[in-house]
């Protein structure tokens, strides 16, 4: 039975080229409603959304599209609520950052399968997370960034990328351990992506003593060093925010 949400679903990739066409202000704020809509604990909505769209500003994100849309942890807004209301703030600990993250991110996934369905193309970038935020959007104390989006009307139409079998996600009841074989097994697809690297940068890799795909993540993409500095910036965020995570 045909179902469009699933369709849409099913068919999601991610855009790195984008047109420079403009995105009405009437479907961004379609977007915009469809995010809000989502879940969040509480229904408090301990997030917010920058949408930013000066170019120079998009680029300074770290990408090229139309708009850029920023998730952020919101609990400074529900602290001027409750500080005009004579109620208390102590929502500047882990659980009220995390669960926050988690609205914010639940939105933000709500707005990409409302722009997807809407023809525009979007791409999630990770490294929001190490951005500052307070520096970057003028966000004030208790706010951490969540999640980042670029938005814009596709100028490719890239294949899907494999995905892992079910089976190596999804475990009933328990959490399954699963033995080497079954490890080979749901990475195979992707561990045969290495004969089909551009040789050039295969080249690069092996020049590097890297000889599989896995080495090529962990030790030519995701490196130590990599991870520690982003690691680093994000616990600063996290404090710069004033956000107390508690020691054991």
Sequence with gaps: MP??????????????????????????????????RAASEGNLQ????????????VKKLGFFAPIALVALVDQYRLKRWFELNDAPFYNDQAVNLFIAYWDAVIALQNTVVAAESLGLGTVYVGMILSTDVQEILGAPEYVFPAGLVFLGYPDEEPPLRPRLPLDAVVHRNQYHIP?????????????ALWDELNPERKRKFEGKGIKNFAQAVTLGHYTPKFIEGESRRLINNIKRAGFRLLEA
Excluded: M, W
């Excluded at 301990?46 to 500003?57: G, N, T």
């Design 3 to 36: 179902n469009p949400v699933i369709d849409c679903l099913l068919n999601h990739r991610s855009i790195r080229k984008f047109k420079p066409d403009p995105i009405p202000d009437e479907t961004v704020n379609l977007i915009l409603q469809a995010g809000t």
């Design 46 to 57: 301990a997030y917010s959304f920058v949408v930013v769209d000066e170019p120079d500003l």
């Design 179 to 191: 033995t080497d074989d079954e490890i080979r097994g749901f990475y195979k697809e992707k561990d």
